[in-house]
């Protein structure tokens, strides 16, 4: 990258970059956001974004991640943290994801005009359609899916439409920032005015270019420790020429410095001087089952380059071509990814299954399995605690 040519970049080990990403992403303590529903939301700040997804073989993957940081964690303590103290609101990333209230003003310029990229999901919503949804809000208050009755339905135009017109109309509201998700039963969202929900007279003044750039930079740099310009605009390919610029900015000012993985010098990373003064120590021996969209896991080509570990997400395969299994969880112990097991928790008899284990490494378990084991026995409690 022309700018960062001029700075010599500095030699890391693949170990050296995986402590300063796990030491990023808070998997080197077992408590680093405290206890109670205080912690939901400084995780989400700190993450920057918490994915949704709708797979319910385990613990749903909003939950599942929090509860990797927070071995406390709640799942009244995400809804308290969306529906009453309103401190995090659900928005688009690089997919459905919590983000925190503080952040708003960086989804503003989305929702004013990103949302038409998405013309294929709305192109057969009206304008009269988000006025009749978003006119019933305002005065009936929040409602669901479930609240409209469509008489006519209508054909799919896109894989993930709906035949509901009143849903279309409700999803391009909410794109457009004109509804928010108020509260979720499982996976059934109610919907409010976004300005009444957080009580405000209107949306926040929109950030400027310039500030969201450096918004998605800082997330990065916060929450993975060691960036790429793949890692920032994580399938948001139209935001790297912006970035690249603001990068040569700060290698300019001496507030980046590029970096070198050891054997993948083609990969140009970066990190502030801070994050490479800090001296790295060995990861203690803690175990984490991750979700398959945990930050850690789901950018794959990034977990591979760093942990030499290469995730098949393989749900929507056909069950004949599946290498791993189902929904594969990645178990990392310590600095290493030790084993894949595909899991499914069994809610009538009560059990977590382990329908397949993977060792990765030789020896791996002999040394790990107890404390697997252990781990596994923790998370069942969790999955199965109501």
């Given at each position: 990258m022309a700018g960062s040519a001029s700075k010599k970049a500095v030699p890391l080990s693949k170990a050296q970059a995986r402590l300063i990403w796990l030491r990023a992403q808070r998997l080197d303590t077992a408590e680093p956001f405290g206890a109670g529903p205080a912690a939901t939301p400084a995780a989400v700040a700190h993450l920057g974004y918490v994915q949704i997804d709708t797979i319910n073989v385990i613990e749903r993957c909003h939950h599942h991640i929090l509860y990797t940081r927070i071995p406390g964690y709640q799942r009244e303590h995400l809804h308290q943290a969306q529906s009453v103290d309103k401190t995090v609101f659900e928005y688009w990333t690089h997919a459905l994801a919590y983000v925190p209230t503080a952040d708003f003003r960086f989804y503003v310029r989305n929702m004013k005009r990103y949302w038409r990229r998405r013309s294929v999901w709305f192109s057969a919503v009206k304008e009269k359609d988000i006025r009749r949804v978003t006119t019933r809000i305002r005065n009936h208050g929040a409602l669901s899916i479930r609240d409209m009755k469509d008489k006519v339905l209508i054909e799919k135009e896109h894989e993930w439409a709906s035949r509901k017109p009143s849903k279309r109309a409700l999803e391009a509201a909410f794109f457009r920032g004109l509804v928010t998700v108020s509260q979720r039963a499982?996976?059934?969202?109610?919907?409010?005015?976004?300005?009444?929900?957080?009580?405000?007279?209107?949306?926040?003044?929109?950030?400027?270019?310039?500030?969201?750039?450096?918004?998605?930079?800082?997330?990065?740099?916060?929450?993975?420790?060691?960036?790429?310009?793949?890692?920032?605009?994580?399938?948001?390919?139209?935001?790297?020429?912006?970035?690249?610029?603001?990068?040569?900015?700060?290698?300019?000012?001496?507030?980046?410095?590029?970096?070198?993985?050891?054997?993948?010098?083609?990969?140009?990373?970066?990190?502030?001087?801070?994050?490479?003064?800090?001296?790295?120590?060995?990861?203690?021996?803690?175990?984490?089952?991750?979700?398959?969209?945990?930050?850690?896991?789901?950018?794959?080509?990034?977990?591979?380059?760093?942990?030499?570990y290469q995730h098949l997400f393989e749900a929507y395969v056909p069950k004949i071509k599946r290498v791993l299994g189902y929904f594969v969880c990645p178990v990392l112990v310590g600095d290493r990814i030790v084993a894949a097991l595909d899991l499914k928790t069994d809610r009538e008899r009560r059990k977590l299954l382990v329908r397949k284990w993977i060792w990765r490494e030789k020896g791996a378990a002999r040394t790990h399995k107890p404390k697997i084991e252990e781990a596994l026995h923790r998370f069942e409690r969790f999955q199965l605690a109501r």
């Open positions: 499982g996976m059934l969202k109610s919907y409010e005015l976004t300005a009444r929900h957080f009580g405000w007279d209107r949306l926040p003044r929109a950030a400027s270019e310039m500030e969201t750039r450096e918004y998605l930079l800082d997330r990065s740099l916060r929450s993975q420790g060691l960036v790429s310009l793949d890692s920032i605009c994580y399938l948001d390919a139209p935001s790297k020429a912006g970035i690249r610029r603001l990068i040569q900015s700060r290698v300019r000012r001496n507030q980046l410095v590029p970096v070198h993985l050891e054997g993948s010098e083609k990969h140009l990373h970066w990190a502030t001087p801070e994050t490479l003064d800090i001296p790295l120590e060995t990861a203690p021996g803690l175990v984490h089952i991750l979700s398959p969209f945990d930050p850690l896991v789901n950018q794959r080509k990034r977990l591979q380059l760093f942990f030499e």
